[in-house]
């Protein structure tokens, strides 16, 4: 049975799954497949992902192709809680979600989705794939594969496979193409300065903004908050950090990109704005809150929470207390005043300033979402491990979505296809 916060909200809730349904194209298609051949007959699917309206319509087009779906928020702080009760409200998915839950009823929630003794799973940070290997090992035997969809979630499953912990394929849905070219860099683009603008009403133009990466979801707000007249200074590590990803060769590119590039420990000086986008830990730390400026706005488009390390921020101060939805002022024992958003979560999806990413963004990720489970209710034999997303698949998404746009490219000409297999001189 479903536990969300407020059941007389789903009437709210409805009006927010029919906009995204009348903007979400790709997935309609692949609903109306679904409902024809029902490819997921049968199939239990657990899923831990940001619930609001884009997620809902991901877990009707499951159960348009004939699974039982069991979903939990991927975080705390992001349910939008009328579309948590419309979604439970029907009876057709268990919802487990409400916003601002303790950690305590996190995992609570996240359990109960493992109750329904899922298939395939589909994860946003890897907590719930966490879970199976650790507390919950007495249902590995019942997975068939997972999904993930988050960068922070891969580097996580990456460490897992290397050490051979990984006991079932996932497919990692953040690194297709039609996923994290959109999703990471636009969607995050707009949805972290919309959030960060809600909580804040400050203006961006002639502040100095400092964005903590510039993996895709850096570039993105990077590009934005310059395009709305921000002096934008990129934080960059000289090391390797996760599979192929290294902060010398980003942060070459973001000075090649027009932005000053330097450490944190010579930027926390200058930043008005800070924008966390690593997915590592202690990004913002004691060391860089003491030398920040008074009135600093503090804003995490990461994962997790501990980016930026509220706990030293906690210890400076003399006095918290939230000045307003989403602000928390924290009092520094000098006098100054730092200013941490959405208590250091996702900005962008923390509710109710954050809304997530665009529709039509989503409407992409989804669908490689909904694909991809296709391709692991099939039952071929997979190793366990991380899996790209097969290339046909990731292309047939992109099609989609263009198509959707009323935009239809043209195949190469067979001369053209053989020219390019071709490597003698001259042919």
Request: glycine content about 8%.
């Amino acid at each position: 049975m479903s536990k969300v916060k407020n059941i007389s909200l789903a009437a709210e809730g409805q009006k927010e799954l029919e906009w995204a349904r009348l903007n979400m194209p790709v997935l309609a298609k692949i609903r109306s497949d679904f409902e024809k051949a029902k490819p997921l007959k049968g199939i239990r699917i657990g899923v831990a992902l940001h619930l609001e309206k884009k997620t809902g319509i991901l877990l009707e087009t499951l159960v348009a192709a004939g699974a039982k779906v069991a979903a939990a928020s991927c975080n705390p702080l992001t349910t939008d809680d009328r579309v948590a009760s419309a979604i439970a409200q029907d009876g057709k998915i268990e919802i487990f979600a409400w916003a601002g839950q303790t950690n305590e009823e996190y995992y609570w929630c996240l359990n109960s989705v493992l109750d329904s003794k899922p298939h395939i799973v589909i994860d946003d940070g890897c907590d719930l794939i966490n879970l199976l290997h650790t507390k919950r090992k007495d249902l590995l035997s019942n997975i068939m594969g997972g999904c993930e969809e988050t960068t922070t979630g891969i580097v996580r499953l990456w460490a897992m496979h290397r050490e051979g912990a990984l006991k079932f394929p996932v497919f990692a849905v953040n690194n297709a193409h039609s996923k994290f070219l959109l999703d990471n860099q636009f969607g995050t683009a707009q949805s972290a300065t919309e959030a960060i603008m809600r909580c804040t009403n400050k203006l961006v133009a002639g502040k100095t903004v400092v964005i903590a990466g510039y993996g895709w979801c850096g570039r993105g707000i990077a590009s934005r908050m310059k395009g709305m007249g921000a002096n934008v200074i990129v934080v960059e590590v000289d090391g390797t950090l996760g599979p192929h990803e290294s902060g010398l060769q980003r942060g070459l590119q973001a000075l090649y990109d027009g932005y000053r590039v330097m450490d944190m420990d010579k930027a926390a000086s200058e930043g008005d704005i800070f924008v966390t986008a690593t997915g590592n830990k202690n990004v913002l730390a004691k060391s860089h809150f003491e030398k920040m400026k008074d009135g600093a706005i503090l804003a995490n488009a990461g994962h997790f929470n501990n980016e930026i390390n509220e706990v030293e921020l906690k210890k400076m101060s003399k006095e918290t207390h939230e000045l307003k939805d989403n602000v928390m002022q924290y009092s520094l024992k000098d006098g100054r005043r730092l200013y941490l958003l959405s208590e250091g979560r996702l900005v962008n999806l923390s509710r109710p300033s954050g809304q997530g990413h665009p529709i039509e963004i989503m409407d992409g990720s989804f669908a490689v979402q909904a694909l991809c489970v296709q391709e692991l209710a099939k039952g071929k034999k997979m190793p366990a491990g991380v899996h790209n997303v097969p290339k046909e698949l990731d292309d047939s998404v992109a099609r989609m979505l263009l198509e959707s746009q009323g935009i239809r490219l043209q195949k190469p000409t067979a001369e053209q296809a053989k020219y390019a297999e071709e490597w003698k001189e001259g042919t």
